[in-house]
């Protein structure tokens, strides 16, 4: 049974541009939630979905914005790319929405903007 | 001030060593989770805890509410444990979580 996948893996933007990254969560798993992860830090909620609704919002701008489909699987697009927003993506699915569910987590995106 | 705080923030130790890292919260949790972060960036969810003490293999979490604390330990340690260890918590208000900056453990054999 596969796990979290992410698409892409790597990505290269320059300042200004848009981009979304792509979050298919474990097969039956409702709830997605993204996370941004600076080099060397600890990651930083940025959403959490669940049945295609917004659950949780994290501090991050509206520049940041997500979505989820009919078949759980989730979109996060970031507008007007910062060198700040330079950083690894994580997408987390989990059952329900609730805490008493585990998240796993996908690899990863990594998102460099030059 | 972060919301989550870990200690040590690196942390070196011969193979076979009994390890604790340990994780502080200033806010209300509904749960609390240890994950451990490879480099390359794969995260594992190690532990989710909300009272008690949980133990998986030669790893053990233990969580005190009231003192709004836990401990990841790891008995005999190995080389392959070496990685980061990070503490997150998810607020009991707002569905917000909240992630340490994480401990870097290196095992040396």
């Known amino acids: 049974d596969a796990g979290v996948t992410q698409s892409p893996t790597h990505l290269i933007k320059t300042r200004g541009q848009q981009v979304t990254l792509r979050c298919s969560p474990i097969?039956?798993?409702?709830?997605v939630s993204w996370y941004q992860q600076v080099l060397g830090q600890g990651p930083q909620f940025i959403f959490q979905?669940?049945?295609?609704?917004?659950?949780g919002r994290g501090n991050f701008p509206d520049r940041f914005s997500a979505r989820q489909f009919p078949n759980y699987s989730s979109e996060l697009n970031v507008n007007a790319l910062l060198l700040g927003d330079s950083a690894l993506y994580l997408c987390?699915?989990?059952?329900?929405?609730?805490?008493?569910?585990?998240?796993?987590f996908g690899p990863g995106t990594r998102l460099t903007v030059l | 001030k972060n919301e989550v705080e870990q200690s040590p923030q690196n942390l070196t130790a011969q193979e076979g060593e009994f390890i604790t890292i340990n994780c502080s919260y200033s806010?209300?949790?509904?749960?609390l989770h240890w994950l451990q972060q490879h480099p390359g960036g794969g995260i594992v969810s190690l532990f989710m805890?909300?009272?008690g003490k949980k133990k998986h293999g030669r790893l053990i979490a233990t969580i005190n509410i009231q003192e709004k604390h836990s401990s990841l330990h790891i008995t005999a340690s190995h080389p392959r444990d070496s990685a980061v260890y990070i503490c997150?918590?998810?607020?009991?208000?707002?569905?917000?979580?909240?992630f340490g900056t994480g401990t870097s453990l290196t095992v040396i054999p």
């Open positions: 987390a699915s989990s059952l329900l929405v609730n805490s008493y569910n585990e998240q796993f």
């Open positions: 097969s039956g798993h409702k709830s």
């Open positions: 979905y669940y049945e295609k609704e917004e659950r």
């Open positions: 806010v209300g949790i509904s749960a």
């Open positions: 805890l909300s009272s």
């Open positions: 997150a918590v998810r607020s009991n208000t707002g569905n917000q979580f909240y």
